[in-house]
């Protein structure tokens, strides 16, 4: 498979939304929702993890999608 996949602007915006919001449910679930740097600490790990197991179950439903449409 030597085909390239583009990476659209749509794709890390969803990567962003999906990783900012599971972040803030998976430091709630750990710690009390407080304004605290160990919170926002825990969020910013959370929204981390995410994001880097995220990155290809994202893209390959942007691509199922693709071909998808173009059926």
């Known amino acids: 498979m030597t085909e390239e996949v583009p990476v659209n602007p749509t794709d890390i915006l969803v990567l962003i939304a999906v990783s900012l919001g599971g972040g803030v449910l998976i ?3 750990i710690l ?3 304004l605290s740097t160990r919170f926002i600490s825990t969020t910013f790990l959370s929204m981390t993890l995410l994001a880097f197991f995220l990155f290809l179950p994202v893209m390959g439903v942007r ?3 693709d071909d998808w449409n173009d059926e």
Request: glycine content about 0%; cysteine-free.
């Open 32 to 34: 009390t929702p407080t």
């Open 27 to 29: 430091a709630s679930l």
């Open 63 to 65: 691509l199922f999608i």
